[in-house]
């Protein structure tokens, strides 16, 4: 089992494009989290998926992020017209069906410059 | 809302010390509490789960406590070494369930100097 992937492990965009991070989740997982950790900040949970569906995305920015979990591929954390405030590492985990602890992945850092 | 606070924002001991990081949490209505490490530029191992119903779990030279009724939890290392060095966080569930949803606290950067 090769963990939770994350790819690309390092991403630069200018100011106004957009960003995609994707996340493979452990195999036998379909829950997936994403989280933000900004510098000098902890991690903020920003939402959580199950295949197809968002179960909780109390912690997404209400404009520019989007989150999807398709039925076939990675999770996909989508970012519109960034801004440098959006720089930060951003954190996959994923867990199995039930009360099961989650994993994590090795991040991806997003450079706005 | 749930807060999660550690102290000491860093910490720097020689090798051989025995130390202790401290976390507290806000709402004592948890599900469990976990530490993490994190190494730079890497992700997060997890180091110890401690269930509400549980006080202590241990795994080789590290030791965790949780008091949930005063909303804290201890982390000690015995024998530190340099290995050891990186940043540890703590980190609360609050839903029993499905979902992991997790709130961290900003973490204990730690160095064992040689």
């Known amino acids: 089992n090769a963990g939770v992937m994350q790819n690309p492990r390092h991403l630069v965009r200018r100011r106004g494009q957009e960003a995609r991070l994707r996340c493979s989740p452990m195999?036998?997982?379909?829950?997936v989290y994403w989280y933000r950790q900004l510098p000098e900040e902890g991690l903020k949970f920003m939402v959580y998926?199950?295949?197809?569906?968002?179960?909780?995305e109390s912690g997404m920015p209400k404009e520019r992020f989007s989150a999807e979990f398709p039925k076939e591929g990675p999770s996909i954390l989508r970012i519109q017209q960034v801004v440098r405030g959006d720089s930060a590492a951003y954190f996959c985990?994923?867990?199995?069906?039930?009360?099961?602890?989650?994993?994590f992945g090795q991040g991806t850092r997003l450079t706005v410059v | 809302k749930q807060e999660v606070t550690q102290i000491p924002a860093a910490l720097s001991v020689p090798e051989g010390e025995n130390l202790v990081l401290n976390c507290s949490f806000t709402?004592?209505?948890?599900?469990?509490l976990q530490w993490f490490r994190q190494d730079p530029g890497k992700g997060l191992t997890s180091l110890l789960l401690?269930?509400?119903?549980?006080r202590e779990q241990t795994s080789g030279r590290l030791n965790a406590s949780l008091d949930k009724s005063s909303g804290r939890s201890t982390l000690y290392i015995a024998a530190s070494q340099p290995g050891d060095s990186a940043t540890y966080l703590c980190?609360?569930?609050?839903?029993?369930?499905?979902?992991?949803?997790?709130?961290f606290g900003k973490g204990t950067l730690l160095t064992v100097n040689p």
């Open positions: 195999k036998g997982h379909s829950h």
């Open positions: 985990a994923s867990s199995p069906p039930g009360e099961r602890a989650a994993f």
């Open positions: 401690i269930q509400s119903s549980q």
């Open positions: 980190a609360v569930r609050r839903n029993r369930g499905s979902n992991y949803k997790l709130t």
């Open positions: 998926l199950q295949k197809e569906n968002i179960i909780d």
């Open positions: 709402d004592s209505a948890i599900y469990n």
